[in-house]
Every structure is written in C-alpha cells, then in structure tokens.
C-alpha cells in the first residue's frame, strides 16, 4: 500500500491534486493523508491583538478548514482511503518536510494550475521543499490520464527508500 500525502489549500490546484490522488488511489491502492499548512500571516493584518486577534485568526482558519473539508468529503464517496484532514500552523515547506519524514511517506501530491512552463518546473525543482523531499513528488496539473511522467532524481537524494516508493508507483504502468 502506497502512503501518499497530499497538499490541500481551499484552491482548484488543490481540487485537481485530490482528485487525481484519488483516482490513483484506485489503480495503485493508495492511502491518502490530506494536509493543510496554515502559515502566519505576513505583516500584522488582525484587527487587534491578545484574545480577540486569536478569535480573529482562529475564525479565517475555520473559514479555510471547512472549504477544504468540503473538498475531502466529496471525494470520500468514492474513495475510502482517504484520511481526515490534518491542519498544522506553520511554515508550509517545514511543516510538509517534517510530516513526509515522520509519516513515511511514499508520494508527495500537489496541484498546479498553470500552463507549467519550463521556468517554472525548474523553480520548483530547486525550492527547498523539493531539494529535501524523502520520497517522489506527483504534481497534478490538470485532471489527465495518467500516461506520461517526468521523473528527476538528483543523485545526492536518491535512496533505497525512494527507489522502492518509484518502484511501487511504477506498477500497473506500462512503461516506454
């Protein structure tokens, strides 16, 4: 069983991500952790401060939480192995990072929205998130079949656990 943990944010990426992992879920049998990452806010944007600014944030996350539990539970009907929604405050790429390694993940899933230009990729691929990942990353653009996959190793990060997380998503899959 593949452990897959799956970033969601009330955003179509994060609609695109959970539904691929889902319908993946299905072919490769998939466990799947939602996580949302609730960062501070930049700047001092609360309306006050002590209890009420904490009502106040308290309030936004709630706002945040129940959108993405919307999304969860559409897709719950049709896929069990979805997990309940994990919510942690904190640096989204820290937080991603210490729950991939604690978790033992297998796959990383995220969305993305854009035309996915080279440039772009390339960003990713060097962001600290990426550079630090313990397992493979899926990054759904669209909601596609699944028949085309770019995989980039860099050969100071590859490890027997990421050898077996490929090997098992690499079943079922006819390869070229």
């Known amino acids: 069983m593949i452990k897959a943990l799956v970033s969601v944010y009330p955003d179509l990426a994060s609609v695109i991500a959970m539904n691929y992992a889902c319908r993946l879920s299905t072919t490769f049998g998939m466990e799947i952790q939602p996580i949302f990452v609730k960062e501070p806010e930049e700047g001092d944007k609360a309306p006050a401060v002590g209890w009420v600014r904490q009502t106040w944030e308290n309030g936004l996350l709630d706002f945040e939480q129940e959108a993405i539990n919307r999304l969860i539970e559409s897709e719950r009907s049709d896929y069990t192995k979805l997990a309940s929604l994990q919510v942690i405050r904190g640096h989204r790429d820290e937080a991603i990072l210490d729950n991939l390694y604690e978790g033992g993940y297998d ?25 630090n990942l313990p397992c493979p990353v899926l990054i759904a653009r669209n909601l596609i079949d699944f028949n085309r996959i770019l995989i980039i190793i860099d050969d100071s990060h590859y490890s027997p656990k990421m050898h077996f997380s490929l090997v098992k998503l690499s079943r079922g899959i006819s390869l070229r």
Request: hydrophobic fraction near 35%.
């Open 107 to 131: 796959l990383f899933v995220e969305g993305s929205i854009s035309r996915f230009e080279k440039s772009e990729l390339l960003q990713r691929v060097r962001s600290q998130l990426y550079r």
